[in-house]
Nanobody
Framework: QVQLVESGGGLVQPGGSLRLSCAAS????????MGWYRQAPGKQRELVAT???????NYADSVKGRFTISRDNVKNTVYLQMNSLKPEDTAVYYC??????????????????WGQGTQVTVSS
């Protein structure tokens, strides 16, 4: 009933930029926090950045000053602008949304939903 679809990943050289997008669709009543996480090969999934419904943001120390998270509450979309990319940023990036949705005549949640992941590779 709810789907998160990511786009914007790819291959980029060190120092380059990419912009990820994640659109939530379905019978959504309200979205609370949204965020981006990443998982590199052989490592655990880690937080990259989060944003509240009101626009307050939080970043991992490793991306502060290089990445910017934003959201469009009308489009139910969260973005991640990634600048000055480094090889260590290489990972599968996942978006997350904590949301309330309709099921039949009822509200359900809030529950966490995840996108399918998009590969970001930083290499020369």
């Amino acid at each position: 009933q709810v789907q998160l679809v990511e786009s914007g990943g790819g291959l980029v050289q060190p120092g380059g930029s990419l912009r990820l997008s994640c659109a939530a669709s379905g019978r959504i009543a309200s979205i609370n926090g949204m965020g981006w996480y990443r998982q590199a090969p052989g490592k655990q999934r880690e937080l990259v950045a989060t944003i509240t419904k009101g626009g307050s943001t939080n970043y991992a120390d490793s991306v502060k000053g290089r990445f910017t998270i934003s959201r469009d509450n009308v489009k139910n979309t969260v973005y991640l602008q990634m600048n000055s990319l480094k090889p260590e940023d290489t990972a599968v990036y996942y978006c997350n949304a904590n949301l309330i949705y309709y099921s039949g005549s009822y509200y359900r949640g809030p529950d966490d939903y995840w996108g399918q992941g998009t590969q970001v590779t930083v290499s020369s």
